[in-house]
T-cell receptor, first 112, second 109 residues
Framework: DGGITQSPKYLFRKEGQNVTLSCEQN?????MYWYRQDPGQGLRLIYY???????QKGDIAEGYSVSREKKESFPLTVTSAQKNPTAFYLCASSKQSNQPQHFGDGTRLSIL | GIQVEQSPPDLILQEGANSTLRCNFS?????LQWFHQNPWGQLINLFYIPSGTKQNGRLSATTVATERYSLLYISSSQTTDSGVYFC???????????FGKGTSLLVTP
């Protein structure tokens, strides 16, 4: 079945540690996105990518990094510079940047 | 930036009841979408509705772009409808979605 797979579902980070969240899609979509959701809030954009080897910062990119080496994959690294990383992270993709977005099941990141 | 207000913020319904959720915008928006986030966090795209009316089973949505609002109708609600409903619109760059704060719905048996 086509879809978006995020892993892991739950992730714990120690102080000063970088962690990487995986996002893979087999929908042949060009555009991919990372959002952060805090409790009781809507989603906020971290990074987006319209095409392979290209990505742009969103509203809250500080402390995060991404890569887009393959069309299917858009991993997000939460660096030690992100001082408040505890949140629910959602990855999405769309055929093109102005098409409906489809979401993965998310990764919950917590600090140890 | 464009402000989006969702109402009501919280809603409790008895199974079988109908409801209307609303999204108001401070300015014209592009390509409005409605999402349902279930209690496990999964986010499902319900409607892609820049204008007009669409229906999908017990759900329907209407967007009146000229008056800067969109409505989501839920008829004969079921407990599985519980969760948070978000409206979202594309930013002017067209590259990402801006989300409202959501309406939290609880449907009781």
């Amino acid at each position: 079945d086509g879809g978006i797979t995020q892993s892991p579902k739950y992730l714990f980070r120690k102080e000063g540690q970088n962690v990487t969240l995986s996002c893979e899609q087999n929908l042949n979509h060009d555009a991919m996105y990372w959002y952060r959701q805090d409790p009781g809030q809507g989603l906020r954009l971290i990074y987006y990518s319209q095409i392979v080897n290209d990505f742009q910062k969103g509203d809250i990119a500080e402390g995060y990094s991404v890569s887009r080496e393959k069309k299917e994959s858009f991993p997000l690294t939460v660096t030690s510079a992100q001082k408040n990383p505890t949140a629910f992270y959602l990855c999405a993709s769309s055929k093109q940047s102005n098409q409906p977005q489809h979401f993965g099941d998310g990764t919950r990141l917590s600090i140890l | 930036g464009i402000q989006v207000e969702q109402s009501p913020p919280d809603l409790i319904l008895q199974e079988g009841a109908n409801s209307t959720l609303r999204c108001n915008f401070s300015d014209s928006v592009n390509n409005l979408q409605w999402f349902h986030q279930n209690p496990w966090g999964q986010l499902i795209n319900l409607f892609y509705i820049p204008s007009g009316t669409k229906q999908n089973g017990r759900l329907s949505a209407t967007t009146v772009a000229t008056e800067r609002y969109s409505l989501l109708y839920i008829s004969s609600s079921q407990t599985t409808d519980s969760g948070v409903y978000f409206c979202a619109f594309e930013s002017n760059s067209g590259y990402a979605l801006n989300f409202g704060k959501g309406t939290s719905l609880l449907v009781t048996p």
